[in-house]
């Protein structure tokens, strides 16, 4: 069935690579910031629509989100402009997203959200981590802290949410390597890392995936078909978003 989507955060690395692959059997609409960027989008199949999650007011979101079947946000700072412009983008933009969906009249839009794993909370270190991975989360945690806190106020936020159907996907460290076509999806480790075409693989086959919903899944390099290793870690319907 053809969907109506619109991914915002449109010109990300990962969004680029997902227009690419929706466009071919939906309608896809990318958000953009600039006019600069509305040629890459229309090159991937899609229509760009410039807003701003920093300028651009809530009911202009909502506006866009009308008749959508599917949100994506994969937008963030990127840590460019410091913890202020990581909360603006990563945190309050998020928050922009899932008001201005809740604010559609008549049927709500799905979001997939982009999170990343081992967004949780600080104090409780889950069951299933090695000392590797404890060791990893320590790393990353003191490299990037700000984009830490800020992804799981956000996170928390979203997992509170009732009135529309939400999915994060939670992929550990991204590369910029030719996807592999296979992933280990669902409660795992933090590492390897994994190819931006694979997740945008693995965000695209959520877009027929309502039975996703309320799920936070995680997502890291591996040996299993994306569709066959996404299928399974739905079916087990065990949220790693563990709060
Ligand atoms: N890097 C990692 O290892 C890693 C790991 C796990 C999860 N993630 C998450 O994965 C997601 C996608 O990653 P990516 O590599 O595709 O990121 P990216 O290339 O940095 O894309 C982020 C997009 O967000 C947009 N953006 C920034 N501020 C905005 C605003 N005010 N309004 C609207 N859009 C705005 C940027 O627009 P411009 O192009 O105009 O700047 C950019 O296109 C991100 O949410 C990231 O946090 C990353």
Redesign the pocket.
Same mark, same amino acid.
């Given at each position: 069935m053809s969907l109506k989507i619109i991914i915002?955060? $449109?010109?990300?690395?990962?969004?680029? /690579?997902l227009a690419k692959l929706l466009s071919s059997r939906h309608e896809v609409t990318s958000?953009?910031?600039?006019p600069e960027?509305e040629a890459d989008i229309k090159a991937a199949s899609a229509t760009p629509l410039q807003?701003?999650?920093?300028?651009?007011p809530l009911s202009e979101f909502s506006k866009a989100f009308e008749a959508k079947d599917v949100v994506y946000?994969?937008?963030?700072? $990127?840590g460019?402009g410091g913890e202020e /412009?990581t909360k603006?983008?990563?945190y309050e933009?998020a928050v922009k997203v899932f008001d201005a969906i809740e604010a559609v009249q008549g049927k709500k839009p799905r979001l997939v959200l982009?999170?990343?794993?081992d967004i949780r909370d600080p104090e409780k270190i889950p069951a299933h981590y090695t000392e590797e991975d404890i060791a990893l989360s320590k790393r990353v945690r003191g490299a990037i802290p700000a984009?830490i806190k800020w992804?799981y106020e956000a996170d928390k936020n979203l997992a509170k949410r009732t009135t529309f159907k939400w999915t994060m996907l939670?992929?550990?460290?991204?590369?910029d390597e030719p996807g592999t076509g296979k992933a280990t999806i669902g409660r795992t480790h933090l590492s390897p890392?994994i190819a931006?075409d694979d997740?945008a693989a693995v965000l695209a086959l959520l877009a027929e995936r309502e039975d996703a919903a309320g799920l936070g899944i995680d997502l890291v390099g591996g040996e299993t078909p994306l569709a066959d290793a996404l299928d399974a870690a739905i079916k087990k319907g065990e949220t790693d978003f563990l709060g």
């Open positions: 915002v955060g $449109g010109h990300g690395k990962v969004a680029l /690579r958000i953009v910031r600039t960027h807003l701003s999650l920093e300028e651009s946000f994969s937008a963030g700072a $990127g460019k /412009r603006a983008v990563d933009g982009v999170s990343a794993i984009y992804k939670r992929p550990g460290g991204l590369t890392t931006r997740v």
